[in-house]
């Protein structure tokens, strides 16, 4: 069985064509650009060359016309023909309330995910597009939505709830939700695995350390509490996001600076973070390599970035009675040396203990923690499309 994964952005596409029988890549790629001037998809079919194809593309389904032409071409393509793709699992950002699991894609749950778009304005609307895309291009394929929010669904009132009026939960559903829920459900699932653990019985702090970052304490394998809220925006300090302020900042950087509501969103979103914080970029490679060089906030934001990690991994060991695991995962979680040391080695009250050359690696599963650290410290690079597909296999065989 081969399953389509796709991931839509506001302006991009990356989709993977998975072969389940061995869980391996057939073809992925990206489409870029999409509805803006100079559009383009990257494909690769594996153990082909990568071609590059600049195209018009105005909308969603134009970028998966030219995916699915890509995915079954005479030269570069996967496939023979797209009869060969047996079922379409698409990533959704926000369930609200109305998921806690992955849903084959019908009217009610188109409904249920057009209803969420008022909480999620920027992110579900590109999904939604992609589910239409396919269901007018390949009517016949069974889709599978796979939401961002799901996971954390388990998360308790103590922890979901805000200490706001709380008619504002009940009227607009301002709680937390939580994302990258994916992605921490395969880490903890892999965990457990590698950890020799019943899921049921494992508890963890998991680190989603990227462009986008979140943590998790996850109790009994299920989410217990996590850093992001209701929106991503919320908790540790990320590429361009600023994570936890004062709230009462906001208003008053709109009034001294004349700033709309929009405006705000878009400094708090996108010019913020480690980007805003050292003005140089929101890439951590740059930053390491501009922190090197004796660029002292490139310095700061990195030390703010590995510090904030470090206060929430603290707080989440304070909601666990004991715990098996501290997961690095994600752009910097799998490949950063240095933030995964310099995070590990302030958790000293804890009797964590690093293991300087277990910790030398990059994307490689790998524990690397002192056989008498207190806990456990291990990288386990994500897979989201693997886990998309595996949730969409095990739908339509129901
Ligand atoms: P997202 O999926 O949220 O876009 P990723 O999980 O791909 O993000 O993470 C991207 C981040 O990972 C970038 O900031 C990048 O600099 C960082 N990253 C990738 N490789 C390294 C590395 N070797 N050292 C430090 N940071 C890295």
């Known amino acids: ?30 489409a870029e650009r999409i509805g803006i001037e100079g559009a383009r998809v990257k494909h690769e079919t594996t153990g082909k060359e990568e071609v590059v194809i600049e195209d018009t593309m105005d909308d969603h389904k134009a970028a998966l016309k030219i995916v699915l032409d890509s995915i079954a071409h005479k030269e570069y393509g996967a496939v023979a023909d797209l009869s060969e793709i047996n079922a379409v699992g698409h990533r959704v950002v926000h369930g609200g309330e109305d998921f806690a699991e ?48 799901a996971f954390h669904q388990t998360i308790p009132a103590v922890n979901h709830i805000y200490p706001l009026p709380y008619e504002y939960y009940e009227k607009y559903k301002v709680r937390r939700f939580g994302f990258h829920g994916t992605s921490h459900q395969y880490i903890t699932e892999r965990a457990a695995e590698i950890l020799g653990k019943d899921l049921s019985e494992v508890n963890l702090v998991t680190c989603h350390l990227g462009n986008g970052s979140s943590i998790s304490a996850i109790v009994g394998g299920k989410c217990y509490d996590t ?39 878009n400094v708090l979103n996108k010019k913020s973070g480690v980007l805003g914080i050292s003005g140089v970029s929101s890439d951590f490679r740059d930053l390491e390599v501009a922190a090197k060089e004796g660029n002292d906030r490139a310095q700061l934001a990195l030390d703010i970035f590995e510090n904030r990690v470090r206060k929430y991994i603290g707080a989440f060991l304070s909601e666990m009675d004991h715990c098996d695991g501290i997961i690095f995962t994600a752009g910097v979680g799998e490949n950063s040396i240095t933030t995964r ?32 650290s207190a806990i456990k410290l291990l990288v386990i690079p994500t897979n989201e499309e693997l886990k998309i597909a595996k949730e969409t296999q095990r739908l339509i065989a129901k």
């Open 1 to 30: 069985m081969n399953i389509l994964v796709i991931n839509c952005g506001s302006s991009s596409l990356k989709y993977q064509l998975i072969n389940m029988e061995d869980e391996s890549i057939l073809a992925k790629g990206l």
């Open 102 to 149: 992955s849903v084959v894609i019908d009217d009610a749950v188109m409904k249920a995910i057009n209803d969420n778009v008022e909480i999620a304005p920027l992110h579900n609307p590109p999904n939604i597009m992609g589910i239409d895309a396919i269901k007018e291009i390949l009517p016949e394929v069974p889709m599978v939505a796979v939401f961002d929010t």
């Open 227 to 265: 850093t992001m809220g209701f929106t991503p925006l919320e908790g540790l300090a990320m590429g361009t996001r600023s994570g936890d302020i004062d709230p009462a900042i906001i208003p008053f950087i709109m009034e001294k600076e004349n700033l709309s509501t929009e405006e705000m969103s």
């Open 341 to 372: 040391e310099n995070v590990a080695k302030g958790l000293k009250a804890f009797g964590i203990k690093v293991d300087d050359e277990k910790n030398n690696v990059r994307g490689k599963e790998a524990i690397f923690s002192t056989e008498d």
